[in-house]
C-alpha cells in the first residue's frame, strides 16, 4: 500500500521523501466492501482519504429521495478533501463503494499542521483542491452546455471501463439523465 500511496501523491505534486514521510506517517489503511456507505451525511468525520484500490462516488439524495451521483473516484486518487466535503466537521456527501476499495486516512487537522510547517506539502494540498474545483466547474458547465450524448462521451473518455462496473442508474444520475435515457443513448448512438 505504501507504493501506491506514494504513486498518488507524486502523481499530483511531486515532494521530496522527506515530506512525503511526513504524510505517510499519518496514514492508516482500511478496507470497505462493495456497497458500503464508508461516510454519511450528517456524520462528524475529521479525515482526508486516499483511494489506493477499487472504485466509489460520491452522492446525494435528492428532495424525492432519489440518489444523485456527484462525483467518480478511481484507483490513484485522492477523494474530495475534508474542507470541501464537510460543513463544521459534518459531512455534506455520502460516500459509496461501488468495488471493494481500499483507503489510505489521515487525520484532517493533523494534515492541515503539516501544510503549515511544509512548502512541499502545503503545495501538494493545493494541486488537490484546484483538481476539485476543475472537476466540479467543468461538471456544471457540461451539465449546462452539453448534450446528453456528449455528457456520455466525456464520461467514457474520463472514466473508461466504468460502464462495465458501475450501475446504469448510478452513471445515469452522475450525467443528469434518466436511466431509461441512458439505455436509449447507449443503444441508438454510442
Known sequence: MLKEL??????????SDAALNEIVALVEYKTCRKGDVFLETGKRNQKEYFLLKGI????????????ITISFFN?????????????KGT??????????????????????????????????????????????VEKE??????????????FRSDYPGFENIVPHPTIATFLGITNVSLSRLRKNKA
Open 91 to 136: 459531512t455534506n456527501m455520502n460516500f459509496q463503494a461501488l468495488t471493494d476499495i481500499t483507503l489510505g486516512e489521515m487525520d484532517a487537522n493533523k494534515f492541515e499542521m503539516l501544510m503549515v510547517n511544509n512548502l512541499e506539502i502545503r503545495e501538494f494540498g493545493n494541486m488537490v483542491l484546484k483538481s476539485e474545483l476543475k472537476k466540479k
Open 56 to 67: 466509489c462516488r460520491s452522492f446525494l439524495f435528492s428532495p424525492e429521495g432519489e440518489e
Open 141 to 154: 458547465i457540461n451539465l449546462a452546455s452539453l448534450t446528453a450524448l456528449d455528457r456520455l462521451k466525456i
Open 6 to 15: 506514494k504513486d498518488i501523491i507524486n502523481t499530483i505534486f511531486p515532494i
Open 75 to 87: 484507483t490513484g486518487s485522492v477523494l474530495s478533501p475534508f474542507v470541501t466535503r464537510t460543513i
